[in-house]
């Protein structure tokens, strides 16, 4: 197909505004209604990019939006976290695929990429998406990991406390460093590209970190992301020389017992398919696995 065949025009912007956000979370929805999953952009996600973009990450930050006259047919986008990759997802409306609108997103996307010099995109694609695997296929992307989504089932009993001698303080930016050294320690990595994380995070709307101490010693940390009555959980880390003591499972009990009795749901953090020892922790406190989404590592270049 060429680009005379293929209808309609791009439209690139850092966030989404009032004049494209109610659009593209009708075309999200409209996406998941018939596909029976999300691809990676639920209406959370959606919401979110109408936020300011903190400055660590805005040359890997945009949003791909494909119009066929004045409607929203396509979307695409690109996030990064301040470290050598972004990552993307992408929908097309049912009606309009299969004419190169998909492919001409992700190129786009691999070109932001390539503008923030970044050593790899990673396309995010449902594991049971027969057309997004195609298409990152047509892109010669090439699997790097898998995570499982899962989905508190269960609330662990338990009180207000976190036990262990533990406690809990919602961090600030005078946190940065040690958060970064937390997070590149438990997950590897530069501390530095760790501190942008956090540094992203922090003061974002409905975004909160955790920094846990015990006996005067931060040992952990816990982010958290909540949208209109929906929580995910992530950047959930303690320091190596602290694993193994309960420090996690008490956190994380913890965590999902508060968001539950604020009335938040669905609540929910990801795993990668391979870490069974996180996976079996998240299961002990009443997560289930729900998704699985594939990352595939799209050449720059």
Known sequence: ????????????????????????????????????????????????????????????TADLIWMVGDRVV??????????????????????????GIGLSLINEAIGVGQRA????????????????????????????????????????????DLGLGLVAKIANISDVAVLGEIGSSAFGGNPEEASAISRSSIGAIGRTIFLIAKGGENVGMVSIAVDHGAASIAGFAVRPEHQGQGIGRAVLKWLVRRLHGDGIAPITIEVDVTNDRAAGLYRDCGFREDRIYDYLAAAIG
């Open 74 to 99: 396509g979307y695409s986008g690109t996030y990064g976290f301040g470290r050598d990759e972004i990552e993307v997802v992408a929908v097309v409306h049912p009606e309009w695929r299969r004419r």
């Open 1 to 60: 197909m060429t680009s005379a065949d293929r209808p309609g025009h791009l439209v690139t912007t850092a966030t989404l505004d009032a004049r494209y956000l109610p659009d593209v979370m009708a075309l999200v929805e409209t996406c998941a209604a018939h596909d029976g999953f999300d691809a990676g952009a639920d209406e959370g996600f959606v919401r979110a990019r109408s936020y300011p973009v903190p400055p660590e990450i805005a040359r890997q």
């Open 117 to 160: 010099e970044v050593s790899r995109v990673l396309l995010v694609v449902p594991r049971f998406s027969v057309g997004g695997q195609a298409l990152a296929e047509r892109v010669g992307a090439k699997r790097s990991h898998s995570e499982a989504a899962m989905v508190l089932r269960d609330v662990p009993p338990g009180g207000d």
